[in-house]
C-alpha cells in the first residue's frame, strides 16, 4: 500500500516536533513501530524560500526491518513570521489530507508516506516520506531539456485526465475553490512592483507586452475570477515548477510537494510550467508540440470533460499570457539582489512571460483600451 491509513489527528502536539532537532531516535521508534538507534538530519533548501523545514534523515534500525535507510522528513516553518502565511494559505492542511485522501489515486510517481500526522488544533504537521535520491531536480532558472519538457507535460495529461468530472474535487473542501482569494492581493502587490519592474527590464523586454502587461494589471482579477476559473477544473499539483520535479537517468520523474494542489482548470499546471520553465527558445521551439502532446495524453473522455480541443486550448493560452506576466512583474518587489540565484530567477520568469506575451500579441486577446 502506497500510503498509510488515516491518521486520527493527535491531540497532543508535543508528539509532532516543532523543530528538526526534535526529530530523535525516541521519537522515530515511537512514530515507525520499530526501534531507530541513531539519526543523522540533513536540512535541504535552508534559505531558499521552502515553506517549511524539509530534510534527509540517514537512519540505522535496531534488527531487521523493511523501512529504508533514508528518509524526507517535512515540518512546517519554524519562522514565526512566515507561519501565518502557510496557515493561511493552507499549504500544510493541504499535504496532509493529500496523503490521506488522494494520493493513492495518483498514478504519477510521488513519494511514499511513512508516516502523517497533524496535531488537533492544525497547527503542527510532519510527513515522513520516501527518498526518491538519486532522482534530482533541474535548474529552473537554466530550464527544462526538451526531454524534460515532453516528460513533464506527458505526466500533467494523465494526471488531469483522470479527475475531470470527478466529484470528489467538490467534496474535499480541503482543496478549496478554484479561484484561490490570495489571489485579491494582486493588484496591489503589482503597484507595488510596477516603478521597480520598470526600472530594470525597460528596454530588455518587449515594449508592447510591457505596456499591455500596465494596462490589465487591473483587470487581471476579474478575468482570472470571473472568466478563466469558471472553466471546468480537475486537480492540479498549483506549484509544478523544476523544483518539485524529479528526473533519473533512466528518463524516469516524479512530483513532489503537494501543498498547492487545488481544483482548477488543467491548464493552470500546463501554462506554468510551460512559460516559466522553459527557456525562451526552448518554449518557441516546443510550444505546438507540448499543446498536441498534452491534449493526447490527456485523453478523449476527459478532453471533452475539460471543454477543450486544440483550438481552443491555443486560445486559452493567448488570453492567460498577460495575467502571467502581471504575476511575474508582482514579483518583483521581492527580488533581493543579494540572492544572486533568486534575483537571476526572478529577471528569468519576467523576460520569459513578457517574450512570450510578444510572441502571440496576447494584448490583442483582450480590450485594454
Known amino acids: 500500500m502506497r500510503n498509510p491509513p488515516d491518521e486520527k489527528r493527535n491531540p497532543a502536539a508535543m508528539d509532532i516536533p516543532a523543530l528538526l532537532n526534535e526529530v530523535t531516535p525516541q521519537w522515530l521508534t515511537d512514530a515507525l513501530g520499530h526501534t531507530v538507534t541513531s539519526v543523522a538530519v540533513d536540512q535541504i533548501g535552508k534559505g531558499e524560500g521552502f515553506t517549511g523545514q524539509v530534510a534527509r534523515l540517514d537512519l540505522t534500525y ?3 526491518t523493511e523501512l529504508p535507510s533514508s528518509m524526507i522528513v517535512k515540518l512546517p516553518t519554524a519562522d514565526q513570521d512566515q507561519i501565518w502565511i502557510g496557515q493561511s494559505l ?21 513519494p511514499r508516506c511513512y ?4 496535531d488537533a488544533e492544525a497547527t503542527r504537521y ?15 532558472v537554466e530550464g527544462a531539456t526538451p526531454d524534460q519538457a515532453r516528460a513533464c507535460v506527458d505526466a500533467l495529461g494523465t494526471l488531469h485526465g483522470h479527475w475531470y468530472g470527478d466529484d470528489r474535487l467538490t467534496e ?8 484561490n482569494p490570495a489571489l485579491d492581493l494582486l493588484p496591489d502587490l503589482f503597484e507595488m512592483s510596477w516603478a521597480m519592474a520598470t526600472e530594470r527590464y525597460e528596454g530588455r523586454v518587449s515594449a508592447a507586452a510591457f505596456e499591455a502587461t500596465r494596462k490589465f494589471a487591473p483587470l487581471c482579477i476579474d478575468w482570472h475570477k470571473n472568466t478563466y476559473c469558471t472553466r471546468p477544473t480537475t486537480l492540479i499539483h498549483g506549484d509544478y515548477r523544476l523544483d518539485n520535479l524529479l528526473f533519473g537517468d533512466d528518463g524516469s520523474m516524479a512530483i513532489i510537494d ?15 510550467f510551460i512559460l516559466l520553465n522553459l527557456t525562451t527558445d526552448t518554449r518557441r521551439d516546443l510550444e505546438e508540440d507540448l499543446f498536441d502532446l498534452y491534449l493526447e495524453s490527456l485523453g478523449a473522455t476527459a478532453r471533452s470533460a475539460s471543454g477543450f480541443d486544440a483550438d481552443e486550448l491555443r486560445g486559452l493560452y493567448r488570453e492567460a499570457l498577460l495575467f502571467y506576466t502581471v504575476t511575474m512583474a508582482s514579483g518583483v518587489v521581492h527580488l533581493d539582489p543579494s540572492n544572486e540565484r ?28
Open 62 to 64: 535496531n534488527g531487521v
Open 258 to 272: 503537494w501543498q498547492a494542489a487545488a481544483p482548477n482548470p488543467g491548464t493552470t499546471d500546463l501554462f506554468f
Open 90 to 110: 493552507g499549504v500544510w492542511e493541504k499535504e496532509h489530507q493529500f496523503y490521506i485522501h488522494a494520493a493513492s489515486h495518483i498514478s504519477e510517481r510521488i
Open 342 to 369: 533568486g534575483a537571476a530567477l526572478i529577471d528569468q520568469l519576467v523576460e520569459r512571460t513578457m517574450a512570450a506575451a510578444d510572441d502571440h500579441a496576447a494584448w490583442t486577446a483582450h480590450e485594454l483600451g
Open 172 to 179: 474535499w473542501t480541503w482543496l478549496g475553490q478554484p479561484y
Open 126 to 140: 510532519v510527513l515522513l516520506l520516501e527518498d526518491l535520491a538519486p532522482m534530482a531536480t533541474a535548474n529552473q
Open 115 to 118: 508516516l502523517n500526522r497533524a
